[in-house]
C-alpha cells in the first residue's frame, strides 16, 4: 500500500494512499498542500506537480489546483462539470474541461482492469 509521510509539528506520520479523497493547493500558503481524508485534513509541503508524478495511477488532475483519488470518486455531472463523493460533506469538485473527459473515461474503465 502506498504511503505519504505527513510531518505533523515534531510527529512523522504515514497517511496511505487509500485513504484520500483529494489534494488541493492551499489557499493561503504557497508550497502548501492541503490533504482531505475521511479523518481529516493534512498539510504537507509540496507541490501538485510532485505527487502527481510520484503517484500517476492514484491521483489525477482535476483542475489547476487539485489532485483527486478516483478511487474515492462516486460519480460526474457532466452539466455541471464537476465530480462527487460518497460522502456529501466534502462537496463537489468542478473540473477543468481539459481534464474532465479523460478522468471519466478512466474512472469508467477502472472496475474492468
Known amino acids: 500500500m502506498a504511503t505519504i509521510v505527513i510531518k505533523d509539528g515534531s510527529t512523522l506520520r504515514k497517511l496511505e494512499l487509500s ?18 481524508t475521511g479523518q481529516g485534513n ?7 506537480t510532485e505527487l502527481a508524478e510520484l503517484y ?11 489532485l483527486v483519488n478516483l478511487a474515492k470518486v ?5 452539466e455541471r462539470k464537476s465530480l462527487f463523493f460518497e460522502r456529501s460533506d466534502l462537496g ?12 471519466i473515461k478512466r474512472w469508467s474503465q477502472e472496475g474492468r482492469n
Request: include cysteine.
Open 74 to 78: 462516486q460519480g460526474f455531472d457532466r
Open 92 to 103: 463537489d469538485i468542478v473540473c477543468s474541461r481539459r481534464h474532465l473527459t479523460s478522468l
Open 56 to 66: 500517476p495511477d492514484e491521483l489525477l488532475h482535476c483542475n489547476r489546483q487539485t
Open 42 to 48: 493534512h498539510k504537507l509541503r509540496a507541490s501538485l
Open 19 to 36: 485513504t484520500i479523497y483529494y489534494v488541493q493547493s492551499h489557499p493561503q500558503k504557497p508550497h502548501i498542500v492541503l490533504i482531505v
